[in-house]
Nanobody, 123 residues
Framework: VQLQASGGGSVQAGGSLRLSCAAS????????MGWFRQSPGKERECVAA????????YYADSVKGRFTISRDNAKNTVYLQMNSLKPEDTAVYYC?????????????????WGKGTLVTVSS
């Protein structure tokens, strides 16, 4: 299983970035997906998650109204649109997958992790 994240970079506060995560080696439509982030000295946290069908989503309070998670099961890809970025959003962002027997969202218990992509937001 490979989860290849891309789209990170440097942006000024108030700007936008779109992260993508291309999955291979798994039956994508049977996995719930999520985006996690970790900054220095902090624990890894789930910022957004999406169910197998895409019909259910979860957002951390810190990103609600600014981030949008979506998926394209035909392309085996999950996205994270990040708007109104703040310096505190600076972190390494990780894509994650979890086998799901139903259409729930999951913000923990990950089965597979991708390599991270760095997002840096300057003030």
């Amino acid at each position: 299983v490979q989860l290849q994240a891309s789209g990170g970079g440097s942006v000024q506060a108030g700007g936008s970035l779109r992260l993508s995560c291309a999955a291979s080696g798994l039956l994508f439509s049977t996995f719930a997906m999520g985006w996690f982030r970790q900054s220095p000295g902090k624990e890894r946290e789930c910022v957004a998650a999406i169910s197998r069908s895409g019909g259910r989503t979860y957002y951390a309070d810190s990103v609600k109204g600014r981030f949008t998670i979506s998926r394209d099961n035909a392309k085996n890809t999950v996205y994270l649109q990040m708007n109104s970025l703040k310096p505190e959003d600076t972190a390494v962002y990780y894509c994650a997958a979890r086998r799901a027997i139903n259409d729930n969202v999951y913000s923990s218990s990950v089965d597979y992790w991708g390599k991270g992509t760095l997002v840096t937001v300057s003030s």
